[in-house]
């Protein structure tokens, strides 16, 4: 229903494209039985203010971009998988009479669907998804409507259709995290009832998931990331926003970075990840998380686990989707495990391929 179809199961092999503020990260996964490969990967830069909180303001540019990955990761797939942030997004479960076919629940929905939308409907797509019985009605079942503004949408069908690519699904962030924290929950024992708090710190903007039993119980954005401490070291140091990009990156900076600049930047990150708990802990039931999986470019940064661990007491790890998986010869292994945690939004959008 609509432009919007994160909630279908239809298979289609696609790529993930994950459009951030500051990069493009293209994904393409093949799978054999239970076993996933990585056939192509790729990040690109892109130029500055092309994408500002996630909003695409230089279509072009970012077509050219992307353009230059699927040429360069030799990609014979056009079908696509996108994603739009999870503040994007109103959802909202609603009781509706079991025993409606999908047709009659589409007409059903578009009739009411100014009740649950602040919006008017002709400005937004519209998705649903049966969830099951209602616990209130046997007569009833539950079913989550989703909703966006067709611009936001559209923002990136068309950047696709520009770099010669099919929008064939528009998903949502947090449904994508939730995807991909399905190859990471391998990695731990199982456990019935694990809350887990998922910490996606990339260069603009942090997003916390928290997961119960594997599914999205909260999630919550806000404005911190790498792109703060590149900024400092642009400033105390004198350089150009790419020097100073550089220079954390390979390092060569003066003696005093460590303790001046990056230390104190390691304390923001575990003021922000015990911000973003406290809001869940006021907001939900609960009052504690199992454990807490960083992800984004900033979560492999040395020594940050282990600062997060000491102050919070709960145990810590860096997220890697593709632990479990084989990686094809054309694929740098070296380069992917270093961009792996921020691979966790295109891992759940290129996984759209076997649903």
């Known amino acids: 229903m609509g432009i919007l179809s994160f909630l279908d199961t239809r298979t289609k092999p696609v790529l993930g494209l994950d459009i951030s503020s500051t990069s493009v990260k293209l994904l ?7 076993r996933y490969r990585v056939e192509n990967y790729a990040v690109r830069p892109l130029p ?12 072009e540019a970012v077509a050219q971009v992307i353009k230059a990955m699927v040429k360069q990761s030799k990609t014979k797939l056009k079908n696509t998988a996108v994603a739009v942030a999870g503040s994007a997004v109103i959802t909202k479960v609603i009781d509706m009479p079991a025993g409606l076919s999908d047709d009659a629940m589409e ?35 539950e079913v989550l409507l989703a909703a966006c503004r067709r611009e936001t949408v559209e923002q990136r069908t068309s ?3 520009v770099a010669d690519l099919v929008a064939e699904i528009v998903d949502v962030e947090a449904y994508s995290m939730e995807r991909a924290f399905g190859l990471i929950a391998e990695q731990f024992e199982e456990q019935e009832g694990q809350v887990v708090a998922v910490v996606d710190i990339g260069a603009t903007m942090t997003t916390l998931s928290v997961l119960v039993d594997g599914k ?58 015990t911000r973003s708990l406290q809001f869940f802990f006021s907001a939900s039931q609960y009052n504690d998380v199992d454990y807490i999986i960083l992800a984004g470019g900033v979560a492999s940064m040395e020594g940050l686990v ?9 145990q810590t790890t860096v997220a890697n989707p593709f632990a479990n998986m084989s990686v094809s010869s054309r694929v740098n292994s070296t380069a992917l495990a270093n961009d792996a945690p921020s691979l966790m939004i295109a891992a759940g959008l290129a996984m759209r391929s076997f649903d």
């Open 28 to 34: 393409e996964l093949s799978r054999q039985g239970d």
């Open 48 to 59: 500055p203010n092309a994408v500002v909180e996630k909003n695409i303001h230089d279509p």
């Open 107 to 141: 007409m059903q929905i578009s009739i009411e669907a100014d009740q649950y939308i602040p919006f008017p409907l002709e400005e937004v797509a519209i998705d649903f998804e049966v969830q099951g019985e209602s616990p209130r009605n046997p007569d009833q079942v």
């Open 159 to 161: 950047v696709l259709q």
């Open 216 to 273: 999205t119980v909260y999630t919550r954005e806000q404005l911190f990331g790498g792109k703060q401490l590149t900024e400092e070291i642009q400033r105390r140091y004198g350089l150009s926003m790419e020097e100073a990009g550089l220079a954390k990156k390979q390092g060569g900076l003066p003696d005093d970075y460590e303790s001046e600049v990056l230390a104190p930047f390691k304390e923001g990150v575990v003021q922000q990840v």
């Open 306 to 314: 282990g600062l997060i661990e000491e102050k919070l007491g709960t």
